[in-house]
């Protein structure tokens, strides 16, 4: 199951960036695949194939947390059923599903300490994105200015008090995730 799905997810996004850069061309810096469920999907791969435990930690963390809200407030760039609103939706669910088989399923065991880890691999990506946009001008991971269309981010403030209040958010929802999860102490 678990290799089924890391390939599955693999398979979906090649074919996905193959599909983009065939229609949109390559657009430095403005379409690289630099978004926080880019990193996610391809960390959720390796976590399939290879059970390495950071990579699993980080997949269920941020990829649980991210793909569900990207799940609830979709960023669609074209409406739906287009081949992009449902590569949206195969990836961010895979994340979900993946994330959830590797560690419900018994499949992969989190670690102690495992929530602050993935935030910690978070906020050091969010960083180097950070200083990319910066140098750029883009805004991957919504760093610079929030989505377009409807998010859960219009609920955090303007800019840049929704970085902080999401970071917050964030924390909170992983040691959210780690409560049913968590090694328990035998007494």
């Known amino acids: 199951m678990r290799l089924a799905l890391g390939y599955g997810l693999a398979l979906n996004e090649l074919i ?3 599909f983009r850069y065939s229609q949109e061309g390559l657009r430095f810096p403005v379409n690289l695949p630099l978004q926080l469920c880019d990193l996610t999907v ?16 980080f997949a269920y963390f941020a990829g649980t947390g991210g ?32 994330s ?10 989190l670690r102690p300490g495992a929530p602050w880890r993935a935030f910690g691999i978070l906020v050091a990506y969010a960083a180097a994105i950070g200083t990319f946009n910066a140098v750029f001008g ?7 200015r929030k989505p377009v269309n ?13 970085l902080v ?7 909170g929802l992983f040691w959210l995730l780690w409560l049913p999860v968590r090694p328990r102490q035998v007494e």
């Open 16 to 18: 996905w960036w193959v």
């Open 42 to 57: 391809w960390i959720t791969v390796l976590a399939c194939l290879r059970l390495a435990p950071l990579a699993v930690e």
């Open 67 to 98: 793909a569900l809200f990207s799940v609830i407030t979709p960023d669609l760039w074209t409406p739906w059923p287009s081949y992009p609103a449902i590569y949206f939706f195969v990836a961010h669910g895979g994340i979900l599903i993946a």
């Open 100 to 109: 959830v088989v590797l560690v419900f399923g018994g499949i992969a065991r």
């Open 138 to 144: 883009s805004n991957y991971v919504y760093l610079c």
């Open 150 to 162: 409807p998010s859960l981010l219009d609920l955090m403030g303007p800019w840049p008090v929704y």
């Open 165 to 171: 209040t999401a970071g917050a958010v964030c924390l």
